[in-house]
């Protein structure tokens, strides 16, 4: 197997001879997943749709192991084959990216046949088991990733699964749903027991929004992250969505990250955007993104266990915001004619900001 060229690789993957690190490699001068290895963590992310590829602009940035070492798939609605998965698989499994798979079970975007259905617990049992298990096995060994621990000197090939999305509501309750209503709580366990059994090397996660500060719904899922632990349900991250809005960085988000990595999990942000509530934004508002990117980026870096950092595609053009949130967007890093936004250096200033 070729050996890393360096600690801080563009790629996951790369020949040569293992040696010191160039001071060019550890204070990179552009590139969102440089700045990221550079800090020491595994991955600077955006999510993507292989139909954008089309787009030659968008897909030349997203294939820059410069500025992105990891992919995320976005859901579709009504898509329930692996065809469009496999494509963004392929690709990373070509290029040494790594992959995150998004996700097992989550109450949105289901089959009729499934929503509409009248299931026992143990006939709802079997198929949240079964599901977990094809979906993940799927891709068992389709994606290596070989991750330099700079600490224990050793590699290891493992990737990462949401496979809860969204089991609470706000007030830290748990989410009314065809899983919950038969259920109870016992799909969450189900589904990770499923997952690990499919592949024992992935990172199984439980994904939410707003838990990105302290609060009713963080502390609902670090008592259930708790609650699992204790009996033996394999679970190894929480991921921090972190959909905000500019202004509005909860001021507990670092405190938050360490306290759930103090649970015995790691974390990661998974779907990073900052929106305007209000189009076009201002100097002023331009400026405050930048901020708030570097403060969400810089929480991150702050913590050890925080892994890494995706956002939720990366262009305007393609972002989610508008056609959910109407007359609000601008939330990426790179505007929708694929022009960097000051929101990208901060970014960059996130991840070599120094901490004692």
């Not at 963080?218 to 959909?243: E, R, Y």
């Not at 209000?278 to 980026?297: C, F, H, N, R, W």
Request: charged share 20%; glycine share 6%; with cysteine.
């Amino acid at each position: 197997m070729p050996a890393l060229l360096s600690l801080l690789a563009v790629t996951a993957f790369a020949c040569g001879v293992l040696g010191t690190p160039s001071a060019s490699l550890l204070f990179p001068t552009s590139g969102l997943n440089l700045a990221a290895k550079s800090a020491k963590k595994l991955y600077f992310g955006t999510a993507t749709n292989s139909e954008q590829w089309n787009d030659t602009k968008y897909y030349n940035i997203l294939k820059n192991d410069a500025e992105f070492g990891q992919f995320a798939t976005e859901p579709e609605e009504g898509v329930f084959t692996f065809q469009d998965a496999d494509i963004i698989a392929d690709f990373t499994k070509k290029t040494g990216k790594l992959l995150r798979g998004h996700n097992c079970v989550w109450y949105n975007q289901l089959p009729d046949w499934l929503t509409t259905g009248t299931f026992t617990a143990p006939e709802l049992a079997f198929i949240v088991s079964r599901h977990c298990y094809n979906l993940v096995n799927h891709y068992k060994g389709h994606v290596y990733v070989l991750r330099f621990n700079i600490h224990a000197n050793s590699t290891s090939d493992r990737y990462s699964w949401d496979v809860i999305n969204e089991a609470f509501n706000d007030d830290g309750t748990f989410r009314e749903d065809v899983f919950y209503n038969t259920l109870n709580t016992s799909y969450i366990p189900l589904a990770l027991y499923a997952a690990r059994a499919a592949d024992p090397n992935a990172k199984l996660y439980i994904n939410d929004y707003n838990i990105e500060g302290t609060g009713a719904k963080s502390t609902a899922l670090k008592n259930l992250v708790k609650s699992l632990k204790a009996d033996g349900v394999p679970i190894d991250g929480v991921g921090i969505q972190s959909h905000l809005i500019v202004g509005e960085v909860p001021s507990t988000f670092q405190q938050n990250l360490e306290e759930f990595v103090a649970l015995g999990v790691e974390v990661a942000i998974t779907e990073l955007d900052i929106r305007f509530q209000s189009l076009p934004p201002d100097a002023a508002g331009i400026a405050q993104q930048k901020q708030d990117y570097e403060t969400v980026v810089a929480a991150c870096n702050a913590v050890e266990k925080c892994v890494g950092v995706t956002v939720w595609d990366f262009t305007d053009k393609y972002s989610w915001i508008p056609s959910t949130f109407p007359g609000q967007g601008d939330a990426c890093p790179w505007d929708e004619n694929y022009v960097k936004k000051p929101a990208y250096e901060g970014i960059i200033e996130g991840f070599q900001t120094k901490h004692h």
